[in-house]
């Protein structure tokens, strides 16, 4: 006959009392009980894990200003993945309003007259409006504002035309994780679990966007170790606190506060406040499908897949860097002799960061 042992119940106890003690813990930081959240930076941070995310961001960041070519290199994928940031944003916010049975104030009769999504979705699309035409700027997209910083990039590194169309190719694991940002932010029109999972995953974009800006524009533009860099990818602040020069779209989402004397919030970090208020709305007028915990379950769940999916860039484009000095732990196989950051032979099926 088998023994019991007493102390493998206990230990079993124990960690299924901590697992609800601590999860209780961030529902008492991210919302009270009812229908309206209040949320707490530090409880976000939390769930973020935001301390090892940045310091992967740094180490990604010191790696590429080793070289006129992986700085470049590693601005090309951050502006191309962005590139689809705005549109994701605004598909997010019309995917709300298309879903006009989903939010509503249950309170209201007749059930025509208590829809609430457009109550949620402007705070959304708040994120995107300077994102397509930012009236500080001259009413430039910010995608053109990434292109002008990505060519002065290349005229440092003396790129040519060739040689850009070289390091311009991705890999096949990155092409595909640009597909899930873009399939996951824009969440699904009807679908309630899908949208508020692409609530918390917007909610987490622009959190750690306003974070990610600041640490390039110190580690890559501040402590770049060639003068030549900074005097030909021009940075600059006029007194009225408007930026300029090729390195504005940076700047303009978030800068190095040090150096100016402030926190270094940019645009990012008016958006988080508007992703939090969606949030919130969203909670008020939640759909009859969902309880409170798993509103916030499923909040969480986006955040943490927008975290995770986000890490898994920084370690491809890592990987890329380094692709020419060793074989890559994750994706790539050793450089082929065509081009010394990409290989013809990659696949994403090996692709650890995406698993």
Known sequence: MGRHHPSHTLDANFIRFLTIYVLSLYRTSVYATGDTYVFDDRAIADILGVQDYEGLIRKVCRRAVQSPKATYLLMERYTHINGFAGSSVALLAGNIGYSRELF???????????????????????????????HVLGHASHRTLAQVCLNAIAAYAR??????????????????????????????????????RALGYHLASE?????????????????????????????????????????????????????????????????????????????????????????????VEGMRAFKDQWTAFYTIVLDEIEANTRECHSCFLPSSAASPWISDQQNPDQCSALR
């Open 207 to 299: 959190y750690l966007a306003d974070r990610e800006y600041q640490i390039k524009d110190e580690e890559i533009w501040f402590r770049y170790p060639d003068e030549k860099f900074r005097k030909t990818v021009k940075r600059g602040r006029k007194t009225d606190g408007t930026w300029f020069g090729h390195w504005t779209w940076v700047t303009v989402h978030g800068h190095f506060g040090t150096a100016e004397g402030d926190q270094g919030h940019g645009v990012e970090h008016d958006h988080y406040l508007s992703a939090v208020e969606a949030l919130k709305a969203a909670a008020k007028f939640r759909p009859r499908e969902l309880t409170n915990d798993e509103m916030f379950s499923l909040a």
């Open 159 to 196: 790129l040519s035309v060739a040689e850009r169309s070289i390091l311009d190719r991705k890999p096949p694991c990155l092409l595909a994780l640009v597909e899930q940002f873009k399939d996951t932010y824009r969440g699904t029109a009807g679908n309630a679990p899908s949208l508020v």
């Open 104 to 134: 509503s104030d249950q309170s209201v009769q007749p059930e025509g007259s208590s829809d609430r999504g457009m109550m949620i979705a402007p705070k959304v699309l708040a994120a995107t409006l300077d994102e397509h035409s930012d």
